[in-house]
């Protein structure tokens, strides 16, 4: 048998919050009712669907105000990472992520998360490197790091 029911967060390969999809009874009474991901529909569920939807733009908006000050902040920034060199040129080790993430903290104005830097390789020279700092979905910023020798 097949159970109509309001999704209430997402669910990957099945629907959105929101979405009233057909599972089969056990999925919907084993897995997505106890674990608050859909409810029966009912006029109660698509007013609980609704208060949800309504908290959750809110704290959308808040965090994308609160990257977009981020953002104002750290477009203006530039950070410099000292490291030891083979030759003069190529670095002993590379510069990581968790690198840059030093670097910019140790200037103390802006916290972020190490997943936050978009650094598809380690650098691996001395140099200048634009490095693309991604605070939410719909805000990124690029900020100037400098790899020096120690």
């Known amino acids: 048998m097949a159970t109509e029911i309001l999704l209430l967060s997402d669910v990957e390969f099945l629907g959105k919050a929101g ?3 057909k599972v089969k009874d056990g999925y919907a009474r084993n897995y997505l009712l106890p674990k608050d991901l859909a409810a029966p529909v009912s006029k109660s569920a698509l007013r609980r669907l609704d208060k949800l939807r309504k908290e959750r733009e809110e ?3 808040i965090q994308l105000a609160e990257a977009k000050d981020k953002a104002a902040k750290l477009g203006k920034m ?6 030891k060199t083979i030759d003069g040129a190529r670095l002993y080790g590379a510069v990581h992520a968790a ?8 200037d103390g104005k802006v916290s972020l998360d190490k997943s936050q830097i ?3 390789e380690p650098l691996k020279e001395l140099g200048t490197f634009d490095i693309e700092i991604k605070l939410h979905p719909d805000v990124s910023c690029t900020i100037k790091v400098w790899v020096v020798e120690e």
């Open 99 to 106: 690198d840059i993430l030093k670097a910019i903290e140790a």
């Open 19 to 21: 979405d009233v999809v």
């Open 118 to 120: 978009v650094l598809p």
């Open 78 to 83: 530039s950070v410099t990472v000292r490291e």
């Open 59 to 61: 704290l959308s908006r």
